[in-house]
C-alpha cells in the first residue's frame, strides 16, 4: 500500500485530479471552484458547470476537505518562497494521509471483526487477506479517490456498533455518538455512503437496550455533516437538495438521483 505509487502526469485522472485541485483551490483562494485550474485537467467528465458559468467537481466534498489541513502547511511553505508544491508531491501526500494510512489502519479492526465470526484463525486470516490484497480496496487504496475512505469509515461504525451491542465493550451513547459521527463523515465523503450508513444505522438501534435514545444520538451526531453538505449544495448549486446542476452536457441531479430534462411533449 505505501510502495505503491501509480503516478502518470499526462493522464489527468477524470475522477482523481478535481478532488486533488479542489483543496488546492481551497487554500490559494478560499473557493471550491476550479474555473482557474481548467487548463491542468483533462477530461471534464467530472466537473459541473452551474447556471453562473463556475466550476466545480461533481464529488461529495468532505474528501477534498480532509485534504486541505494536510495540504496548508506545504502550500504556506513554498509560497514562501514563491512557488507552489509541485503536483506529484502534492498527490502523494493526499493519498498517503487521507486514503492509504486509513485504510491500513482499517485492517486491524477488520480482523478482530472477523474474530467475532469465527474461531478459526485460518478463516480469519483468510478474510484478512481476501479483503486486504484480493478486492478492490488495494487500488482504491492507493488512490485519492473517496470510495475506500467512506468503506473504513463505514466499516469503523459496524465495529464500534458491533462491539457495543454484542459485547458491551463500549456504552451505548457514546457508541452512538461515535458511530453517527463515522456515517455522517462517510456521507460528506461519499454520497453512496447514505445506503450503507441506513444499514449500519439500523442495525445498532435494533440491537440496543434503549433504542429510541440511540437513534436520537446517532441522528445528533449526524446532522452537523448533513447541514454541512446541504450548505455546500446551496451555495454551489442554488439548493441544498440539488448534487449539482444541469447542463447541456450534464444531466441534473437532486439527491443523487438522474434527472434528465425533459422533452417537449413527454
Not at 444520538?217 to 452537523?224: D, E, K, Q
Not at 446551496?234 to 452536457?249: K, V
Amino acid at each position: 500500500y505505501l510502495y505503491c505509487f501509480p503516478y502518470f502526469a499526462k493522464l489527468r485522472h477524470a475522477n482523481e485530479l478535481p478532488r486533488i485541485l479542489t483543496p488546492l483551490e481551497l487554500a490559494e483562494h478560499g473557493s471550491f471552484r476550479l474555473d482557474s485550474r481548467l487548463d491542468e485537467l483533462g477530461s471534464r467528465a467530472d466537473i459541473s458547470t452551474t447556471p453562473s458559468g463556475a466550476h466545480y467537481q461533481n464529488k461529495a466534498p468532505g474528501l477534498s476537505l480532509l485534504a486541505l489541513p494536510v495540504y496548508y502547511p506545504l502550500h504556506l511553505a513554498y509560497r514562501a518562497a514563491g512557488l507552489r508544491p509541485p503536483m506529484m508531491l502534492s498527490t502523494w501526500i493526499f493519498r498517503s494521509v487521507v486514503i492509504t494510512v486509513p485504510a491500513l489502519a482499517f485492517l486491524g479492526a477488520f480482523r478482530r471483526v472477523a474474530a467475532r465470526f469465527t474461531s478459526d484463525e485460518t478463516a480469519q486470516n483468510a478474510a484478512l487477506v481476501a479483503y486486504a490484497l484480493g478486492s478492490m480496496v488495494l487500488p482504491f487504496g492507493i488512490l485519492f479517490m473517496s470510495h475506500v475512505l467512506a468503506t473504513v469509515l463505514v466499516g469503523f461504525a459496524f465495529a464500534v456498533a458491533f462491539s457495543a451491542t454484542r459485547e458491551q465493550r463500549y456504552r451505548e451513547p457514546r457508541a452512538a455518538l461515535g458511530v453517527g459521527a463515522l456515517l455522517g463523515l462517510s456521507m460528506l465523503v461519499e454520497y453512496q455512503a447514505l445506503f450503507a450508513a441506513l444499514l449500519i444505522a439500523g442495525y445498532f438501534v435494533w440491537g440496543a437496550e434503549r433504542r429510541l435514545r440511540t437513534l436520537l444520538l446517532i441522528s445528533v451526531a449526524v446532522l452537523p455533516f448533513i447541514g454541512g453538505l446541504a450548505a455546500y449544495h446551496a451555495a454551489a448549486f442554488g439548493s441544498p437538495l440539488r448534487a449539482w446542476s444541469a447542463s447541456p452536457a450534464t444531466p441534473r441531479r437532486a439527491l443523487g438521483w438522474v434527472v434528465r430534462p425533459s422533452s417537449p411533449g413527454s
